[in-house]
């Protein structure tokens, strides 16, 4: 007789271990973080304390002004005038919008002669 068949047949113990395990995995789910509000930077903050070059403040529900962005240990030696600080897409479409076109094909002048590409 295998030893299997010798034990009872019981569920409870597959059910507390469901509500154990239920329980430790939604203790596990990180919540997320909201931004700051009240230290917003504004266009009148230093470049490198602001999101980007074109867009001062901060354009997502999660995310948090740069000062607060890296302000933890990993960052705590990081002079912030030295790192990238690239510009937000948001921004540049707000500069020069999205143009629809007729049809299925779409060119590029290049933009302004030596400064711009070849047209594509």
Not at 24 to 38: E, K, L, N, R, T
Request: charged share 15%; glycine share 6%.
């Amino acid at each position: 007789m295998s030893l299997l068949r010798c034990l009872p047949r019981t569920t409870s113990i597959s059910r507390s271990f469901s509500s154990i395990s239920a329980r430790a995995y939604s203790a596990g789910i990180p919540q997320p973080s909201y931004p700051v509000q009240d230290k917003q930077p504004s266009s009148s903050t230093p470049q490198n304390l602001q999101q980007s070059p074109n867009v001062a403040t901060t354009w997502s529900t999660g995310q948090n002004p740069k000062p607060h962005a890296y302000d933890n240990q990993r960052f705590e030696q990081t002079a912030l005038q030295f790192q990238p600080n690239a510009p937000s897409a948001m921004g540049m479409v707000s500069e020069d919008p999205v143009r629809l076109v007729n049809g299925r094909i779409a060119t590029c002048d290049g933009g302004m002669g030596a400064l711009g590409h070849p047209k594509m």
